[in-house]
């Protein structure tokens, strides 16, 4: 979609910012084929993962009833976790609005990442 191409731009444009401590997944229901065309296309420079059972959304909330355009309908939930190395959940985002929010990420993995200095 258009939103999945402006959040995959910005997180490519911003992934230097925070290469060093921390990486990103873009996880989607789409084909592995699909995955690889995408991720040429825009040239990403970040893993993304083909989840056609939709098992990992499911166990993360990021699929399933949503309302779009005042209509109720079940689909991908776009959703960003923050994850500690040891597997804990730092930070939940749901229902995201792809403007601004690679910049949000990036500033509450650093801020996180400068508490843990203090």
Known sequence: TPGCTKEAEDFKNKLDEIKDFAFIIGI?????????????????????????????????????????FGKTKIGVIRSTYIISPQGKILKKYTNV????????????????KNQKKE
Do not use: Q
Request: net charge positive; hydrophobic share 35%; glycine share 4%.
């Open 28 to 68: 989607s229901p789409d084909s592995i084929k699909s995955h690889i065309n995408f991720h040429a296309k825009h040239n990403l420079n970040f893993y993304l993962m083909s989840d056609t059972e939709k098992k990992i959304l499911k166990e993360f909330d990021a699929y399933g009833e949503k309302k779009m």
């Open 97 to 112: 609005r792809v403007k601004g929010h690679a910049e949000k990420i990036i500033e509450d993995i650093i801020n996180h």
